[in-house]
């Protein structure tokens, strides 16, 4: 039986195998239509979500299978005090597979080990969000064609943000890729990461406060949501909350085929102006989340 809780739990082959099934998805959606019938999904979210949960459960129902689950902790039996390895045992005799939301780094992975049916980590803390990371992926190579030879800027919360914790690590295992980590000070990526960087010769990286001075060099640019959940103190995300707004007249200096993505939700850090942009993919990339949300159900339920 296989989780997902890290993207790193992936090879390169099986990344690429789940990308070609979401390109093959996409072309043939009457392929798909039946692969899931009679298998349940139970979306377990203890924190907020529309995405997430919602692409989980409409990828579902593509498939023919059905959805169960919460989607606010308050209203399971967390609110007594259930442990998330007991709240996992159960449903584990409920459904063929589990996507688990959580606010603890970590309680994904407790749960695998309880688990009699495969996990799915869709956000533990600031730690991870591998399945986002899948529809980045699915996004740059319907976009660039390649996960090699880019350079990719990182902007806003690096600290807290999971979503860039985890494309970075799956951005590791290819050639010729450059980072360019753009935030404020506090808001820098953790040192254990950076560290891991330093270790590798296939990846540089760079740091930086100036999304102005990063801009005409990248192929890609992801801007991120100040993590307010995240914070312990209020007086500190006002004051980070506006670090970057991507405005039309900060995209004069990038590259005319740049693609700009963010995980969304939205709050202040791209103006709506930069919609209509065709540079701007954020929109698609929730698409593509669906689809290839569809291809690691079936990849993890074990059908071809
Ligand atoms: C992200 C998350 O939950 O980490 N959202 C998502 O799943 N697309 C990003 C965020 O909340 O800022």
């Known amino acids: 039986m296989r989780s997902l809780i ?12 789940l990308v070609n099934t979401g390109l093959d998805i996409i072309e043939n959606p009457a392929k798909y239509a039946h692969k899931c019938e009679g298998k349940k999904l ?11 949960r919602l692409s989980f459960e409409a990828a579902m129902y593509e498939l023919g299978g059905h959805v169960i689950g919460f989607s606010d902790a308050g209203s399971s039996s967390a609110s007594k005090g259930e442990s998330v390895s007991d709240t996992v045992r159960v449903v584990s005799n409920y459904a063929d597979i589990i996507a688990m939301r959580h606010p603890k780094e970590g309680a994904p992975l407790v749960a695998s080990m309880k688990s009699t049916v495969p996990i799915i980590n869709a956000g533990d803390g600031g730690h991870n969000h591998p ?7 699915l996004t740059i190579r319907r976009e660039k064609g390649t996960f090699g030879n880019i350079t990719v800027g990182f902007c806003g919360d690096l600290k807290f943000g999971r979503t860039v914790h985890s494309l970075i690590d799956a951005l590791t295992r290819y050639k010729g890729v450059k980072i360019v980590l753009i935030s404020p000070d506090e808001l820098k990526l953790p040192g254990y990461m950076k560290d891991a960087l330093d270790k590798m010769d296939n990846i540089t990286y760079v740091e930086t406060t100036s999304l102005e001075n990063a801009m005409p060099e ?3 640019l992801y801007m991120t949501r100040v993590q307010k959940e995240r914070f312990f103190n209020e007086a500190d995300y006002i004051r980070l909350k506006d670090s970057y707004i991507l405005t039309p007249d900060k995209l004069e200096n990038a590259k005319s085929d740049m693609c700009i993505l963010h995980p969304l939700p939205r709050v202040n850090e791209i103006s709506v102006a930069v919609d209509d942009d065709p540079r701007a993919c954020y929109f698609k990339q929730v698409f593509n989340g669906k689809i290839i949300r569809m291809a690691l159900i079936m990849k993890l ?3 071809e």
């Open 301 to 303: 339920l074990g059908i």
């Open 42 to 52: 139970a979306t377990l979210f203890f924190e907020p979500s529309t995405r997430t």
């Open 131 to 137: 399945t986002q990371t899948l529809a980045d992926l």
């Open 218 to 220: 990248l192929d890609i």
């Open 6 to 17: 890290s993207i790193l739990d992936l090879s390169v082959e099986e990344i690429d195998q």
